[in-house]
Nanobody, 120 residues
Framework: QVQLVESGGGLVQPGGSLRLSCAASGSIFSLSTMRWYRQAPGKERELVATITSGGQTSYADSVKGRFTVSRENAKNTMSLQMNSLKPEDTAVYYC??????????????WGQGTQVTVSS
């Protein structure tokens, strides 16, 4: 069994910052690419940021220059530093991870999500 647990969401004013974290645990032999997605009410889930096991990153155009994704491979964790937050960043943020289990199979798993609300 695998768990991805997000934390760090909350209510913040426009222009403020939040840092989200995702901790992976369970039957994981090795973590591969990890991602942050978000889903706003009435909208489809969208990819926000990606980080490979080697540390290569990519971002949605809407968050470039404001969000930074990072990870600590030794701790199986990933973070998303979100600065200059806008009301349109309001969404549930989900952690997603590709991993190999102890049978050598490649799998993907999702966290339960954490709410981020940007409002004055």
């Amino acid at each position: 069994q695998v768990q991805l647990v997000e934390s760090g969401g909350g209510l913040v004013q426009p222009g403020g910052s939040l840092r989200l974290s995702c901790a992976a645990s369970g039957s994981i032999f090795s973590l591969s690419t990890m991602r942050w997605y978000r889903q706003a009410p009435g909208k489809e889930r969208e990819l926000v940021a990606t980080i490979t096991s080697g540390g290569q990153t990519s971002y949605a155009d809407s968050v470039k220059g404001r969000f930074t994704v990072s990870r600590e491979n030794a701790k199986n964790t990933m973070s998303l530093q979100m600065n200059s937050l806008k009301p349109e960043d309001t969404a549930v943020y989900y952690c997603n991870a590709d991993y190999s289990d102890y049978s050598g199979r490649l799998r993907t798993w999702w966290g339960q999500g954490t709410q981020v609300t940007v409002s004055s």
